[in-house]
Nanobody
């Protein structure tokens, strides 16, 4: 079975930085891309960023563009999300997800086939 595991979450102050990682393991799968989503209490799960695995092309939600950077370590099957200029409204559980097929809308959770358990990010003033 395919497994994804997030790490790097925690507590940071407004204006600070965190770096999240998403490690894939288990069964081999065709990795077309890795996405990051986040969900705050009482809110819908929100798309954050996506990276195409083969060529590294990135796509960001408007709310994080210019502050967050998604990247991948191709050989280690690991993706990262560098978060700078953090704000309290960035607080959420952050999930990484793998897209094992071509197609779908990247901003929609239904486009992804495998999900991690999430890592908590809390930003204080």
């Amino acid at each position: 079975q395919v497994q994804l595991e997030e790490s790097g979450g925690g507590l940071a102050q407004a204006g600070g930085s965190l770096r999240l990682s998403c490690a894939t393991s288990g069964s081999t799968f065709s990795n077309y891309g890795i996405g990051w989503f986040r969900q705050a209490p009482g809110k819908e799960r929100e798309f954050v960023a996506h990276i195409m695995w083969n060529n590294g092309i990135t796509y960001y939600a408007a709310s994080v563009k210019g502050r967050f950077t998604i990247s991948r370590d191709y050989d280690r099957n690991t993706a990262h999300l560098q978060m700078n200029g953090l704000r309290p409204d960035d607080s959420a559980v952050y999930y990484c997800a793998a897209r094992a097929h071509i197609g779908g809308i990247l901003e929609e959770h239904s486009a992804y086939d495998y999900w991690g358990q999430g890592t908590q990010v809390t930003i204080s003033s």
